[in-house]
């Protein structure tokens, strides 16, 4: 999504970027201390930094019929599952709190860095992991089961696809700042988009060990046309994950969802 500007293919403007990568339970952390002016955030995470943070409208993580999975060295029921301390990448990230939705409430959990949550069931010292991440494409290989594709499940409850991390930038920026931060940002996923094998080839730098086909895949999962633009189906599926938080009680406040225009 920013090799554009990485690789100095979109024109920056006004603008100056310092590329921060930083785990999604990092950067959630940061964003309740409004630490950087632009970031990746868990859509979970936007509720409890609304008032500091504005929803870019591109950028978004969105998968339909897929998404985090829950893997155990043997497949287990749900029932088992909601009995079961399940190792989780960070309590803030939409994963955990889709997990809960599919639950039906609280569970047994610890959090664990997510490139270390194969490891952990697979040494067994958990009985059950979720998978963000590269792990959704890796974990058969690795020989563990799928218990449950949340990405799968809530496209079956909603018939909507499932937005996990979206992007936001500081409201102390401004709107005309913001508007044109939007405008900077959107150029440099579709630059990404249209020069796929170049921006790919870059953040290969990042994919953990992957293979060129893996990546690939994976990036085609979460970068397509609604990250380009969330588009009325984007903005509904943000609004139902949200609602179903609010309904729950995942939120201290409200939740008042607002995209820069």
Same mark, same amino acid.
């Given at each position: 999504?920013?090799?554009?500007?990485?690789?100095?293919?979109?024109?920056?403007?006004?603008?100056?970027?310092?590329?921060?990568?930083?785990?999604?339970?990092?950067?959630?952390?940061?964003?309740?201390?409004?630490?950087?002016?632009?970031?990746?955030?868990?859509?979970?995470?936007?509720?409890?930094?609304?008032?500091?943070?504005?929803?870019?409208?591109?950028?978004?993580?969105?998968?339909?019929?897929?998404?985090?999975?829950?893997?155990?060295?043997?497949?287990?029921?749900?029932?088992?599952?909601?009995?079961?301390?399940?190792?989780?990448?960070?309590?803030?990230?939409?994963?955990?709190?889709?997990?809960?939705? !599919?639950?039906?409430?609280?569970?047994?959990?610890?959090?664990?860095? !997510?490139?270390?949550?194969?490891?952990?069931?697979?040494?067994?010292?958990?009985?059950?992991?979720?998978?963000?991440?590269?792990?959704?494409?890796?974990?058969?290989?690795?020989?563990?089961?799928?218990?449950?594709?949340?990405?799968?499940?809530?496209?079956?409850?909603?018939?909507?696809?499932?937005?996990?991390?979206?992007?936001?930038?500081?409201?102390?920026?401004?709107?005309?700042?913001?508007?044109?931060?939007?405008?900077?940002?959107?150029?440099?996923?579709?630059?990404?988009?249209?020069?796929?094998?170049?921006?790919?080839?870059?953040?290969?730098?990042?994919?953990?060990?992957?293979?060129?086909?893996?990546?690939?895949?994976?990036?085609?999962?979460?970068?397509?046309?609604?990250?380009?633009?969330?588009?009325?189906?984007?903005?509904?599926?943000?609004?139902?994950?949200?609602?179903?938080?609010?309904?729950?009680?995942?939120?201290?406040?409200?939740?008042?969802?607002?995209?820069?225009?």
């Amino acid at each position: 999504m920013f090799w554009g500007l990485a690789a100095d293919r979109v024109d920056a403007r006004a603008f100056e970027f310092e590329h921060v990568l930083e785990d999604i339970q990092t950067l959630n952390e940061w964003a309740l201390e409004g630490r950087l002016e632009v970031t990746a955030i868990s859509l979970h995470t936007y509720p409890f930094v609304q008032e500091r943070y504005v929803i870019l409208p591109h950028g978004a993580s969105m998968g339909s019929g897929y998404g985090p999975v829950v893997v155990a060295t043997r497949p287990l029921t749900r029932a088992e599952l909601g009995a079961t301390e399940v190792a989780v990448p960070g309590r803030m990230t939409t994963a955990f709190l889709v997990l809960r939705f !599919f639950l039906g409430g609280d569970f047994r959990y610890r959090e664990v860095p !997510f490139d270390r949550i194969m490891d952990e069931v697979e040494e067994g010292r958990a009985e059950a992991g979720l998978l963000i991440h590269e792990g959704q494409l890796t974990y058969e290989s690795r020989g563990l089961a799928r218990v449950v594709d949340l990405g799968e499940w809530w496209l079956l409850e909603t018939g909507l696809p499932l937005p996990l991390g979206i992007n936001v930038a500081r409201r102390d920026l401004g709107e005309e700042t913001l508007r044109e931060l939007s405008d900077v940002l959107r150029d440099s996923i579709r630059a990404g988009l249209a020069n796929r094998e170049e921006a790919l080839a870059y953040a290969l730098q990042f994919g953990r060990g992957l293979t060129t086909e893996l990546a690939d895949r994976f990036v085609g999962m979460y970068v397509n046309e609604l990250t380009e633009d969330y588009g009325e189906e984007g903005r509904q599926a943000v609004a139902e994950l949200l609602r179903r938080g609010e309904a729950a009680g995942a939120f201290e406040r409200p939740v008042r969802v607002e995209f820069i225009q």
